[in-house]
């Protein structure tokens, strides 16, 4: 179980919200105004199918995330998906505005393939 403080950090927080739109719970343009141009458009794409929608009753949730801060204001990230015995991998870069601070979504990627759960 994450702690508050990390559940609060801005790669948890756009790993939650991404897996809220990739699995149906959410519309896509709920990310609007947190995700630049060509990320939303690819979003958009991606999202088409609910990639993470649960096959059966168990919920997909965030298993675990990590983060690289290749330089002040960039944060590249991924999250490990797991729901109803599989696992999937997202990856997502995240950019700070130099005006306003705030941290928008640049890119995102979901894994092509299905694998078996952490519990394997």
């Not at 897996?19 to 609007?32: D, I, T, Y």
């Not at 944060?75 to 870069?93: H, P, Q, S, Y």
Request: net charge positive; glycine share 10%; aromatic share 10%.
């Amino acid at each position: 179980m994450l702690d508050a403080r990390r559940r609060e950090q801005p790669p948890y927080w756009f790993a939650e919200r991404l897996l809220a739109v990739l699995s149906g719970r959410r519309p896509v343009h709920w990310m609007l105004g947190h995700t630049l141009g060509d990320a939303y458009d690819h979003l958009v794409r991606i999202a088409d199918g609910t990639p993470l929608l649960p096959t059966n009753r168990a919920m997909p949730t965030v298993w675990k995330w990590g983060e690289f801060h290749p330089r002040p204001g960039v944060i590249e990230a991924f999250a490990l998906i797991t729901g109803g015995g599989r696992l999937r991998a997202m990856a997502f870069r995240l950019e700070q505005g130099p005006e306003d601070r705030r941290w928008r979504c640049a890119a995102v990627d979901l894994d092509n393939r299905e694998a078996s759960g952490p519990e394997n």
